[in-house]
């Protein structure tokens, strides 16, 4: 059995623009949880930060389903997050079968700001994947 906490705002609906701060590492985010509170999205966007020193590691957990809706092809690739971080911007993106895992970022400063673009009206399968974040410390060069 896997037990493990998703990052909620106690139930409350995003209703500002101020980014939001998430429990120190490690933790997860959900993309249900986004689509249902607001909290994540661009609107109330997610800030991470770690100790000084460390680094924040970003693993995508993708749990889509292989069947693609009429909004996207085969082989078609959708960003699933926005990481900012100073005055840079990443986009994460998920493609049709890729793997279920994959190590996506490891940022360069001790905070990010993050969040998941709004979903398209016209999309037929809801998305379905966790971000799970971490503390690291990097060996120096």
């Not at 106690?10 to 959900?30: E, F, I």
């Not at 005055?87 to 994460?92: A, E, F, K, L, P």
């Not at 993106?93 to 890729?98: A, E, F, P, R, S």
């Amino acid at each position: 059995m896997i037990c493990f906490s998703v990052a909620t705002k106690d139930n409350q609906l995003c209703q500002h623009s101020d980014p939001v701060s998430l429990p120190a590492p490690p933790g997860y985010l959900a993309s249900t949880i986004a689509d249902l509170s607001g909290f994540g999205l661009p609107d109330c966007p997610w800030t991470l930060t770690v100790n000084p020193g460390k680094k924040i590691h970003i693993h995508l957990y993708n749990f889509a389903p292989n069947i693609m809706d009429n909004s996207l092809r085969r082989g078609a690739c959708e960003i699933c997050l926005y990481i900012r971080e100073a005055s840079h911007v990443t986009n994460i993106t998920v493609c049709q079968g890729n793997v279920r895992y994959k190590e996506v970022y490891i940022s360069q400063s001790s905070t990010i700001e993050l969040h998941i673009p709004q979903a398209p009206a016209a999309a037929k399968i809801p998305r379905r994947f966790l971000i799970y974040y971490q503390g690291i410390f990097l060996p120096l060069n």
